[in-house]
């Protein structure tokens, strides 16, 4: 079992950035952030193994960061230039080498327009 603590979010402007981080209790392969907004499926934003290796949705590229600390087990997702449609909960996710899943409670990112 993994617990996932996430930290960060909450309101802020178009345009404006916002930082996540995840930390988990032990060493994972490969944590991320997915994100639900109202009415929609949960997708994918942007994960990372423990090697480094990043994937990103194609409506984040280029705007968020996701980078990963493996001596604190935390990942951090670094938010810039947010639009309104980025509002959402974000949540923490981890995978074992397993492809078992481990999610956060979530954090929600609000971005006024």
């Known amino acids: 079992q993994v617990q996932l603590v996430e930290s960060g979010g909450g309101l802020v402007q178009a345009g404006g950035s916002l930082r996540l981080s995840c930390t988990a209790s032990r060493s994972i392969f490969r944590m991320g952030w997915y994100r639900q907004a109202p009415g929609k499926q949960r997708e994918l934003v942007a994960t990372?193994?423990?090697?480094?290796?990043?994937n990103y949705a194609d409506s984040v590229k280029g705007r968020f960061t996701i980078s990963r600390d493996n001596a604190k087990n935390t990942v951090y997702l670094q938010m810039n230039s947010l639009k309104p449609e980025d509002t959402a909960v974000y949540y923490c996710n981890a995978r074992d080498i397993f492809a078992t899943m481990f999610w956060g409670q979530g954090t929600q990112v609000t971005v006024s327009s």
């Open positions: 990372i193994t423990s090697g480094g290796i990043p």
